[in-house]
């Protein structure tokens, strides 16, 4: 071989040892590049998902205050039907001794009423009996009351 050959040899192994190097370098600097696309496109997906989980967050939150203040308004409710039911459960207590004790006291007027004024009670009206003609019967019935 002439020596210009053997140098064209020499040149282009050396070429071909430069260009391993090179050549390795450029599939890491693709791996690289895939990986780094990989990773854009997985923050995109996230960049998505956490804005749709904030938008659920916002509503969820607007959904509990709204309960919050149905529940809030509801717990007020119970507390004055509470009251109410307690105030009525007095009432027909208090109610029933007033009539009882009203139903006594006329019980025992009517008939000194009736001994007393024979006017006052017809037999044609019932509701005579109702109606003192003596004025001393009806001051005491009205004291009484």
């Known amino acids: 071989m002439d020596p210009a050959q053997e140098h064209l040899a020499t040149a282009l192994q050396k070429l071909e040892e430069a260009q391993k190097p090179t050549t390795e370098n ?7 590049e895939n990986g780094a696309l990989k990773d854009e496109a997985k923050m995109e997906l996230q960049k998505t998902q956490f804005g749709q ?19 809030a308004k509801t717990c007020a409710e119970c507390a004055k039907l509470a009251k109410t039911s307690d105030d009525l459960q007095d009432t027909p207590i208090c109610t029933t001794e007033e009539h009882l004790r009203t139903q006594r006291m006329l ?13 006052a009670a017809s037999p044609s009206d019932p509701s005579s009996n109702l109606r003192p003609a003596c004025p001393k019967l009806a001051l005491k019935l009205r004291a009484d009351l």
């Open 26 to 32: 450029k599939i890491g600097m693709k791996a690289i």
């Open 107 to 119: 019980d025992q007027l009517l008939p000194d009423l009736n001994d007393s004024c024979p006017a």
């Open 53 to 71: 989980a904030e938008h659920i967050a916002e509503e969820s939150d607007r959904m509990y205050e709204g309960v919050a203040r149905k529940l």
